[in-house]
Structure formats: structure tokens, C-alpha cells
């Protein structure tokens, strides 16, 4: 998985809970994106950073936040999770300099359960 | 707004057969486009990836034809087999952004059965 670790791996919580994920990566890559990836919905980026506390919003970026102080994490936050917020939780990386491909590569995933 | 729409999303083939997914874009200023392939419990792998200054590309048994005119691409999988069966994801970005960002298809589940 191209040095990308997750964490954690699944977790179970309850609504209205705060819930932070965690993506560590060891590339020394640029761009960070965290995905959610939900049947019949494919992939669709939540947020992502294009450098050390340089981030921005994706499609589904409603309820979450992020965070990237450093250039090998980037913290995804559940606010107040919500069961519409239970899905698989992709990080990627990209590092754009390395021309001419633009290929992301995916960590592992978190599934995350909200009851 | 969906920028890359896939079908079929499912897609079930005999072992030996040829699966075809297929993808269309609206956006002229997309100028590459990877296939993703996941197997259940993983993340997403790059499978091959084609620019629109050729039409096809092959790789061993997968092949990218891309038809710029009709803003459509498709992927190809020659000679299926149960290891092929996984999700496959085709997308689209423009090099020239500065943010990299992929846009992705619905995904195709594939099974190929013996």
C-alpha cells in the first residue's frame, strides 16, 4: 500500500460522538485526500491537502474536517458523527512532481460504524 | 454533478470471455484517465492509465481504447478469470490543475465465474 497506514482499521461509535481518523504515510508525497467510498456511490473526495496546512474541501465535505500539520498525516474529523456518516473511509496520496503520471495510491481503508 | 459516468455496474463474465466497462466525460479539459482496480478489502490499485494523445493502450490482457471525439474511454479485459473479479473504477483529471484531484466513475462490480 505504498506506505500509507490507516488508522484505526474499523471502529464502532455512536452518534453524536466526535471520531478522528488518522492517515500516516511514509512517501514524503505532497497531495493527501481522504475519500469515502459507499455502495452504488463509487469514490467521492471529502477533503484534500496540497501541502502542510493547505487544505481544501471536495464534494462531500459537510459534517467533516480536516487537519495536516505535518507532511506525513492527515487527520480526518467526524464532528458529531451521524449514521449517515458509516461508510469506508479511503486515504491516497499523490506526489504531483513525479511526472508524467498522476497516480494516487490508496491506503488500506477504515470501515467506520455509526449506530 | 457526476464528471465521469461508468456503466455497467455490474458485470458478470465466463472465464475465458472479454469484459468491457465503458466511461464517458463531458469536461474537453480532462487529459488522463487510469483505471483502478479493488479487490474486496483493499484500497484501490492503479491498473493502467491512458492519455488522449493515443487511442489505445494494452497491457497484457487489459486494454484502455479511448475515443476523444465521443468523449468515451473503456477498458478491456481480454481472456477473463476468477483472479479478475473486483471493482473497477475508471477516472479523470486534468494534469494542468494544481490540485491533482481525481474525478472518479460509480465502479463496475466484475465476477468472473468459472
Known amino acids: 500500500d505504498a506506505g500509507i497506514t490507516q488508522s484505526p482499521r474499523h471502529k464502532v461509535t455512536e452518534t453524536g460522538t466526535p471520531v478522528t481518523l488518522r492517515c500516516h504515510q511514509t512517501?514524503?508525497?505532497?497531495?493527501m485526500y481522504w475519500y469515502r467510498q459507499d455502495p452504488g456511490h463509487g469514490l467521492r473526495l471529502i477533503h484534500y491537502?496540497?501541502?502542510?496546512?493547505?487544505?481544501d474541501k471536495g464534494e462531500v465535505s459537510d459534517g467533516y474536517s480536516v487537519s495536516r500539520s505535518k507532511t506525513e498525516d492527515f487527520l480526518l474529523t467526524l464532528e458529531s458523527a451521524t449514521s449517515s456518516q458509516t461508510s469506508v473511509y479511503f486515504c491516497?496520496?499523490?506526489?504531483?512532481?513525479?511526472?508524467?503520471?498522476?497516480?494516487?495510491?490508496f491506503g488500506p481503508g477504515t470501515r467506520l460504524t455509526v449506530l | 454533478q457526476q464528471q465521469v459516468k461508468q456503466s455497467p455496474q455490474s458485470l458478470i463474465v465466463q472465464k475465458g470471455g472479454i469484459s468491457i466497462i465503458n466511461c464517458a466525460y463531458e469536461?474537453?479539459?480532462?487529459?488522463?484517465f487510469p483505471w483502478y482496480q479493488q479487490f474486496p478489502g483493499k484500497g484501490p490499485a492503479l491498473l493502467i492509465a491512458?492519455?488522449?494523445?493515443?487511442s489505445e493502450k494494452k497491457e497484457g490482457r487489459f486494454t484502455i481504447s479511448f475515443n476523444k471525439s465521443a468523449k468515451q474511454f473503456s477498458l478491456h479485459i481480454m481472456d477473463s478469470q476468477p483472479g479478475d473479479s473486483a471493482t473497477y473504477f475508471c477516472?479523470?483529471?486534468?494534469?494542468?490543475?494544481?490540485?491533482?484531484?481525481?474525478?472518479f466513475g460509480r465502479g463496475t462490480q466484475l465476477t468472473v465465474w468459472p
Open positions: 491537502s496540497y501541502g502542510v496546512k493547505d487544505t
Open positions: 491516497a496520496i499523490s506526489d504531483r512532481l513525479a511526472v508524467p503520471t498522476d497516480t494516487q495510491y
Open positions: 469536461n474537453t479539459a480532462f487529459d488522463y
Open positions: 491512458i492519455r488522449p494523445d493515443v
Open positions: 477516472a479523470a483529471n486534468t494534469r494542468g490543475s494544481t490540485l491533482g484531484r481525481l474525478y
Open positions: 512517501e514524503n508525497h505532497r497531495y
